[in-house]
């Protein structure tokens, strides 16, 4: 490989405790590939926003050095991020939102046989512009992802991010997020199903930075087989940031006595005046409800199906864009009958 | 109908129904009164099939063929309805679909054709509007923030949707208004009178003046100590339990 190994983050470091990315990487034999994409890699500054933000972790700058994908957008796009068996990428999307406006992104992670996928999200948008932000990701079980995102949230600004997790392999999602300007609007939202021997780790950092922000973090994670789920989320509230509120919700919901959910939010606020809040749960379906389904006739997988959608409901009612949130919602239909 | 032979029932290690006898003929109401903790619920419990109860020993047969290797949903396809004494609330669950899907199941598993979305509506909303309840009910989440007497309405709009031949009604009279409380009788009275049978628990005699039974039955401890016609509900009613507990230990 084309990379040092000491540049991966190690279990030692503190942010990557639960997602062990060296013993993911380890033995697979790859080549740099290129997906295609046609932006001007030379255009590329090392201290493009985020590259500071990103200090404590090596595969930011991995990825500057190593890319060979880069891709601007400013507009409505759908953009597929397919690896091909034994490829390693490190492909970069720059989005700029301009002022005022509002667009949609959709992008779908996913890939054949064995590949590593180094990717970073560099986002900036302008004064109360709208930013709904969709990814699927749905990976082989000998695939790798480690997905960096950062964005800028000017004044009156909002971004709204769901992120679906499918499919298999080991998933890193990290994103972090700085309301830059008074009255900016961060909204986080996933749902992790999670199967087989999958790893994903959604690791967030929000940093309010700004007066009158708002920021909120939903995410559902339902796991079975055995399964390994990590969300670990910090919200940072700058001296600046009075009148922030910021809530946080992690719920998870374990199928199988071999899956494991590592859970680790955090709140560091410095200023007085704020409204922050937090909520993580790990647990199992609930019986009664199960009993009382079945005791009207319902199948016992149908009512946990039924139980499990409503789990994540959730989630999906932070998707602005119906379409979007109904083919979410079949999918997760789709991944019930096939395994809980 | 409903047989129930020598009945035995453990929770945690706790018997709690031990030799528990009965027989509820076709077309029959019964009603079972009896202190708290005498084992009612359980009783209501192992009928449906709850798996948290190891059955010990005994057998209970509906329409002659065992249940006690049905599941759940087997035992309600097969005809048995328990009205929970506790509904339970499940959020996130539109009372609609779950109703819609409770009906088709049951449905398809009887052999008969599914109901399309019209057909079930129109049969809710007929039933809703028999038992006095709001379409808007139907458009919140399964029991969850509905009253007390909502609860226990919503059960009897649920017993009158599944078309079951066997129902339990563990005191579903209970937290009804009077209005309500008739509103209730009136659903099962409706219900009376061909072959579905009614084994009714209550504590109170009041709900037995709307729904006649043909048959009274007292337990305690885990069995059944005393059988009578419908005068006894009224002599329990007068002069409580302890007369006939104490006879029977
Ligand atoms: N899950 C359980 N674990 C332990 N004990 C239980 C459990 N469920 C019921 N019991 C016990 O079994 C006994 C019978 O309870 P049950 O609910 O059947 O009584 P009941 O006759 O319905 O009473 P009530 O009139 O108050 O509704 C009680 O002593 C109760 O504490
Ligand atoms: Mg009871």
């Not at chain 1, 910090?234 to 910021?246: L, M, R, S, Y």
């Not at chain 2, 009603?31 to 419990?45: D, R």
């Not at chain 2, 005699?205 to 039974?213: A, S």
Request: aromatic share 6%; net charge negative; charged share 25%.
């Amino acid at each position: 490989m084309s990379f040092a190994f000491e540049n991966i983050p190690s279990v030692k470091s503190e942010r990557w405790k639960y997602s062990n990315l060296q013993r993911a990487l380890k033995d697979l034999s790859l080549t740099p590939a290129r997906l295609g994409w046609d932006g001007n890699v030379s255009l590329l500054s090392p201290h493009a926003p985020g590259a500071m933000e990103y200090g404590d972790t090596q595969l930011w700058d991995l990825n500057a050095s190593q890319t060979k994908d880069i891709k601007f957008i400013t507009s409505n796009d759908i953009i597929d991020v397919s690896a091909k068996d034994g490829q390693s990428l490190s492909p970069r999307l720059i989005i700029d939102v301009k002022a005022g406006e509002n667009i949609t992104i959709i992008e779908n992670h996913n890939g054949d046989g064995v590949y590593w996928k180094n990717a970073v999200v560099q986002i900036n948008i302008e004064e109360n512009a709208i930013f709904n932000h969709y990814r699927t990701i749905e990976e082989s079980e000998k695939g790798v992802n480690t997905l960096f995102t950062h964005v800028k949230i000017a004044k009156g600004a909002s971004y709204n991010a769901f992120t679906m997790v499918l499919g298999d392999g080991f998933v890193r999602n990290q994103i972090h997020a700085e309301i830059m300007g008074e009255g900016a609007h961060c909204g986080l939202a996933g749902v992790n199903l999670l199967a087989s021997t999958q790893h994903a780790d959604t690791t967030i950092t929000i940093e309010h930075q700004a007066p009158h922000g708002t920021s909120n973090q939903t995410y559902k994670s339902v796991l079975t087989d055995k399964a390994h789920g990590v969300f670990q989320g910090k919200v940072h509230v700058h001296k600046v940031a009075q009148k922030t509120d910021g809530y946080q919700l992690s719920n998870a919901l374990i199928l199988s006595p071999q899956a494991e959910m590592d859970t680790k939010p955090e709140l560091e606020i410095y200023a007085d005046d704020v409204k922050c809040s937090h909520g993580a749960t790990t647990g199992k379906l609930d019986d009664d409800p199960l009993f009382y389904m079945r005791a009207r006739g319902i199948p016992e997988p149908v009512a946990r199906a039924l139980l499990i959608e409503a789990f994540c409901a959730q989630a999906l009612e932070c998707i602005a864009d119906d379409v979007f949130a109904q083919t979410m919602r079949e999918e997760i239909a789709k991944w019930l009958t096939s395994r809980a | 109908m409903l047989n129930i032979k020598n009945l035995k029932a453990s929770i945690d290690g706790k018997e709690i129904l031990n030799g528990l006898n009965l027989d509820i003929g076709a077309g029959q109401v019964h009603a079972i009164m009896g202190p708290n903790g005498a084992g009612k619920s359980t009783l209501s419990y192992v009928l449906a099939g709850r798996e948290e109860y190891e059955v010990t020993g005994g057998d209970i047969t509906l329409d002659g063929q065992s249940i006690m290797d049905m599941s759940p949903e087997e035992r309600a396809a097969a005809g048995l309805f328990l009205a929970f004494q506790y509904p339970v609330e499940i959020p996130g669950v539109q009372m609609t679909t779950f109703m819609k899907t409770a009906v088709n199941s049951v449905r398809k598993a009887r052999g008969l054709k599914e109901l399309d979305a019209i057909d079930f509506l129109k049969l809710m909303k007929g039933k809703c509007k028999e038992l006095g309840i709001s379409d808007d009910m139907m458009k919140r989440a399964v029991n969850v923030g509905f009253s007390g007497g909502e609860k226990k309405r919503n059960e009897v709009l649920q017993m009158a949707m599944l078309d079951p031949k066997f129902c339990v009604l563990d005191e579903t009279d209970s937290g009804l208004d009077i209005d309500a409380l008739k509103i209730v009788a009136d659903g099962v009275n409706a219900m009376r009178g061909g072959d579905k049978s009614f084994l009714v628990i209550t504590h109170y005699q009041r709900l037995l003046d709307y729904i006649k039974p043909d048959v009274v039955h007292v337990m305690s401890k885990g069995r059944i100590i005393k059988t009578g016609g419908p005068e006894l509900a009224l002599e329990l009613e007068a002069k409580g339990y302890a007369d006939i507990v104490g006879a029977a230990a």
